[in-house]
C-alpha cells in the first residue's frame, strides 16, 4: 500500500546529525517525485527492472531457468520436471531455497541472491490471497529494456488546493474488505475510518484502510480512489494517497494532499497485485499522477 522515499540530501544530514532542513509541501512533493524516479528505473532494485515473478501459495514450488550470459533469458518455471540455476519451494509456511542443488539460507532472498552478471532475485512475504501468507520473488535484470527507456513519472502541477485538513471519524469495528487485484486474486485490508473535507465546494466522505485492525499498530492509511478523470487523464483502476505522521490511532483529523495520491505499482509492472479502487470522489481531481498509457 505505501511507498516510502528518503531524499539522499536527508540521509546526510542524519548521518552528520544536522537537522534536515524544513521543506513547504510543495518542496517535499518535488523530492518525492525524484525519488520515485529513482524507483521506477535507477535504484537496483527499481520496479522496472523485475522481469519476472513467482508467487508462492503454500504447497507451491518455482524453478529460475536461463542461459548464462544473457540476462533477458532467465525466468521462473513450475514444470515439476524443471532444471534450473535455483529454486523456491513453500511448504508448511517456510520458504526453501536451494541453488545448484545446493540449500541457502532462505533470509537472503530479503535482500539478494546474485545469479548471473547484471541478475538476481530478491523476495518478501506478501498476500497472495485474501488474508493468506505467501511469497513473492522477483527476479532482476539491471538492463531491462523497461527500465532503460523510462522517461519518468508525470504529475498534475502542484497545486496547494488539493492540500485539505479532514475530519477523521473511526470505524470501531475496524472491518476487513476484500479487494480484487489486477492480477484477478484478493486482498484484503481493514477499513478503519472515514475521512470527511470539502474540496472545490463539495463535501467529500472518503474511506481510508490500513493493514491491520489493531489500533496499536495502525501508524498509516491509505485510500484507494477512482475520480471523473480515471480512464482519461488519470489511470483507470484508481490512485492511492497515504496518510501517516497523525501519531496515536485514531486521529481526530489528518491532512491529505492529493497532490501526492500516485498509481499503483501494476501501472506500469505487471508482476504486482494491486488493489483496485471502489470509492469514488466525485471530483475531476486534477492533483497527484497522471495516466501512464496516455501522451501528456
Known amino acids: 500500500m505505501h511507498r516510502y522515499f528518503l531524499p539522499a540530501a536527508c540521509i546526510s544530514a542524519v548521518l ?74 513453500y511448504r508448511n509456511k517456510t520458504l526453501l531455497v536451494t541453488k545448484d542443488g ?12 546474485p545469479i548471473d552478471k547484471d541478475v538476481d532475485i530478491v523476495g518478501q512475504p506478501t498476500q497472495v490471497a485474501a488474508n493468506v501468507m505467501g511469497w513473492r520473488i522477483f527476479v532482476f535484470n539491471q538492463k531491462n529494456p523497461d527500465a532503460l527507456n523510462f522517461k519518468g513519472v508525470s504529475y498534475f502541477p502542484y497545486d496547494p488546493a488539493y492540500r485539505v485538513t479532514a475530519q477523521f471519524k473511526p470505524d470501531p469495528k475496524r472491518p476487513p474488505h476484500v479487494f480484487r487485484t489486477s492480477r484477478g486474486t484478493d486482498k484484503e485490508f481493514y477499513r478503519v475510518g472515514e475521512a470527511t473535507f470539502v474540496l472545490q465546494g463539495k ?6 484502510y490500513a493493514g491491520s485492525n489493531d489500533p496499536r499498530q495502525i501508524t498509516d492509511m491509505s485510500a484507494f480512489f477512482t475520480d471523473n478523470l480515471s480512464g482519461g487523464e488519470a489511470y483507470g483502476a484508481g490512485r492511492y494517497v497515504d496518510i501517516d505522521g497523525f501519531g496515536k490511532f485514531p486521529p481526530k483529523t489528518v491532512t491529505i494532499d492529493f497532490n501526492d495520491a500516485y498509481n499503483p505499482n501494476c501501472a506500469r509492472s505487471k508482476h504486482f497485485t494491486c488493489p483496485i479502487a471502489i470509492d469514488t470522489i466525485p471530483l475531476a481531481m486534477k492533483a497527484g499522477e497522471k495516466n501512464p498509457h496516455i501522451a501528456h
Do not use: C
Not at 545446493?102 to 530479503?110: F, H, K, T
Not at 463535501?203 to 481510508?208: G, N, S, V
Open 16 to 89: 552528520l546529525g544536522a537537522a534536515a532542513p524544513v521543506q513547504t509541501p510543495e518542496q517535499a512533493w518535488k523530492a518525492g517525485i525524484a525519488d520515485a524516479n529513482d524507483a521506477w528505473a535507477k535504484r537496483p532494485h527499481a520496479i522496472l527492472k523485475i522481469q519476472d515473478s513467482a508467487y508462492l501459495h503454500d504447497g507451491d514450488q518455482a524453478v529460475l531457468v536461463g542461459q548464462k550470459g544473457k540476462p533477458g533469458s532467465y525466468h521462473w518455471t513450475n514444470k515439476p520436471d524443471a532444471a534450473g540455476v535455483l529454486t523456491v519451494s
Open 102 to 113: 545446493n540449500p541457502l539460507d532462505p533470509r537472503r532472498i530479503l535482500k539478494s541472491i
Open 203 to 208: 463535501k467529500i466522505a472518503l474511506p481510508f
